[in-house]
RNA sequence: GGCCCCGUAGCUCAGCUGGAUAGAGCAGAUGACUUCUAAUCAUCAGGUCCGAGGUUCGAAUCCUCGCGGGGUCGCCA
């Protein structure tokens, strides 16, 4: 159950009836009518701005609507009270019972708790990562591969048919260079000195597996033949492998994604997809042949006229045309784009979502622009930028640079630090935040390190559960126990708390897909971590409050009970996130 | 110069799409381990929400103009 939406209708019920009565004027739209938990503990557990809202519109004083509503809402058995303060909020206290009640549908409800059905099962596509695939990835890759992979939990968990997609930069002209490299390797691989690599090559040791691969294979003769020939057997070998090494990187953080889609393959075998949607532009009016004026800021005298082929991208907001063809004719890299969502759109998706680095938001509008256009402003596209990862090794940042080969791969975070910390920490902040990542805190077993904060309250969950077994010999802590349990015994301030932060679950997931923010879960997280505990520590000064209840197994198993609805809260969340719940941390 | 992010406690950051007296963690001070793993907890202290206007019952949040930091800027990908 979502508390929030139940209370939202009891007031919206409320209201309605005060209409029929002619209490309030028949006409008044109640849509914008919020239930919220109020900040401060003082003002009841949930709180309605009603009054306020509709005010204006009914042409009444806040606080003699409010007194109206307080009346007809107070009928209700499951609530104790409700008050009019301030300006005219209603605050709602609610029966205990009322609490007691949601540890019973947590219980009920499993892994499904928090479930929410914001999509109706229509197709999401995520993009996210889309590395090149001419090397390993590095730590800057990290952040957006583990913000698209949580996100893409979340909107499958809010009721999204999620795709998960990769695109694969294939086609431009650094696989040239990366097949030059690796022919390179090749012919090292077959014996020659290559002494060193020429600047504009890919230095890296990570080619020497393709060079070997490529002598293997094909033994001497590709030596034979001339680049034109050799080219495009070397090239698919190089993809094929990078991306390979590349899966392997995501796999190691626990990303999976459902397609790999090649930008090659936009134009290969039959199939003209850029094309096809630049046909549909060029319908609508919105490709021309062009010259685009000079970029400010930028003094180089390179700079001359060019007609080129250009999307008149300015049409939604962005600040210049864009081209789409170059000057020998050949597509762009945008062009390319323009031609892979179209092939999405096609696909019948229809909510997108692109997850970009900080160094692409010059490109966010004429993306933005491009899928308008093509989906007749029908598609629903968000991008999401992750702002950079600063590393840091004892309070120092750490400088990279790839010619001196200290080059931060994503590998060697993982390695390091392991996959859990690496995650929850990239998810520990808002994406459009940069983020400072310091390897000595992130590997910190300690409650300044959230990770073990939030995973150590699962596995001391998990703990109470044994020791409850030792105790009561013969305990039954099934589910069918728990749910037989006398909720009514949960009686105590703190346990409260705890039950109303665990009903708060279903709100924040929705809050959270629909603003494409997996951040907010982390640090929910953490906030039930932390209640949790607390009410564990009292029971160290107040014997009365263990959740082990010496002698008493009925108040013990209604503890248990809201233990158990904890910790499927927490797992829940941490696989949200992609992060273990562990049952111990030993 | 254009565009996009960021600016909240000494530090690192939340702030639930406009709610009531702005919250956490770290750092600082004080206290709690014959325990249910103290890998934790409690209390105190800490604020010009960058600045100035505007919108309204109500602004850290929305709009405008500034200031500071970062990113990016015609055929690369």
């Known amino acids: 159950m979502n508390v929030f939406a139940h209370v939202e209708g009891l007031i919206k019920t409320a209201l309605e009836s005060l209409q029929a ?3 309030l004027p028949a006409e008044i739209d109640l849509a914008s009518i919020e239930a919220e938990a109020p900040r401060d503990k003082g003002h009841g557990d949930l709180a309605t701005n009603a009054a306020l809202v509709l005010a204006k519109k009914a042409k009444m004083k806040p606080r003699d609507i409010a007194e109206k509503l307080k009346d007809r809402i107070e009928a209700n058995a499951e609530i104790e009270k409700a008050d009019v303060a301030g300006p005219g909020f209603l605050n709602l206290t609610f029966r205990p019972e009322f609490w007691q009640a949601i540890v019973l549908s947590i219980i009920d409800a499993a892994d499904a708790y928090g479930r929410a059905d914001l999509g109706g099962g229509a197709k999401m596509n995520v993009e996210y990562v889309s590395a090149n695939p001419t090397g390993p990835m590095h730590v800057g890759h990290c952040r957006g591969a583990v913000f698209g992979d949580a996100l893409a939990r979340l909107l499958e968990f809010a009721g999204y048919d999620v795709t998960r997609e990769y695109y694969i930069n294939d086609a431009g002209g650094q696989i040239d260079v990366l097949a030059r490299s690796a022919f390179l390797r090749y012919r090292q691989a077959l014996g020659e000195n290559i002494c060193e690599i020429p600047e504009g090559l890919y230095p890296g040791d990570y080619l020497k597996p393709v060079g070997a691969a490529l002598a293997k294979q094909y033994g001497e003769a590709l030596t034979e033949m001339d680049e034109a020939q050799w080219m495009p057997v070397v090239r698919v070998k190089a993809i094929e492998m990078m991306m390979a090494m590349i899966r392997e990187d995501l796999a190691a953080l626990n990303i999976n994604h459902n397609v790999f889609f090649s930008e090659a393959s936009l134009q290969a075998d039959g199939r003209e997809r850029i094309g096809e949607a630049i046909e549909s532009l060029k319908e609508k009016g ?4 062009g010259v685009l004026p000079k970029p400010k800021g930028h003094d180089d005298g390179e ?32 062009a390319g784009d323009i031609g892979y969502h179209y092939d999405k759109l096609q696909r019948g998706f229809t909510h997108l979502i692109n997850v970009f680095g900080a160094d692409h938001i010059g490109y966010i509008k004429r993306m933005k622009s491009a899928v308008t256009a093509l989906s007749d402003g029908k598609a629903d596209f968000d991008i999401k930028v992750c702002q950079l990862v600063k590393l840091f090794r004892a309070g120092q940042p750490v400088r990279m640079s790839k010619r001196a080969g200290t080059f931060v791969t994503l590998r060697d975070v993982v390695d390091e630090v392991g996959r859990d910390p690496v995650r929850f920490m990239m998810l520990y902040r808002k994406n459009d935040a940069s983020l400072d990542f310091d390897f000595a805190k992130v590997t910190e077993q300690s409650k300044d390190n959230p990770v073990f904060y939030v995973q150590y309250a699962h596995a001391r969950s998990c703990s109470v559960f044994r020791n409850a077994l030792e105790a009561f010999d013969g305990l039954d802590t099934s589910a069918d126990a728990l749910r037989a349990a006398d909720l009514s015994k949960l009686t105590d301030e703190g346990e409260l708390e705890l039950i109303k932060l665990l009903a708060a679950f279903p709100r924040l997931v ?9 951040h907010r879960l982390a640090f929910y997280l953490y906030e039930v971590a932390s209640a949790l505990h607390a009410q564990w520590a009292r029971g160290n000064d107040s014997p009365q409050l263990r959740f082990i209840a010496q002698g008493d197994v009925g108040l013990t198993v209604a503890r248990l009970a809201m233990i158990a609805a904890t910790r499927q809260v927490i797992s829940s969340g941490l696989d949200l996130l992609g992060v273990e719940a562990p049952d111990t941390m030993r």
């Not at 919105?286 to 042949?289: D, E, M, S």
């Not at 809050?511 to 494409?516: E, T």
């Open 21 to 23: 009565d002619g209490e």
């Open 286 to 289: 919105l490709i021309y042949q």
């Open 303 to 334: 700079w001359e006229e060019r007609e080129q082929t250009l999307f008149r991208s300015t049409e939604f907001g962005d600040d210049v045309d864009r081209a789409i063809a170059k000057s020998d004719g050949s597509y762009t890299y945008f």
């Open 510 to 518: 929705e809050g959270a897909a629909r603003a494409h923010e997996p």
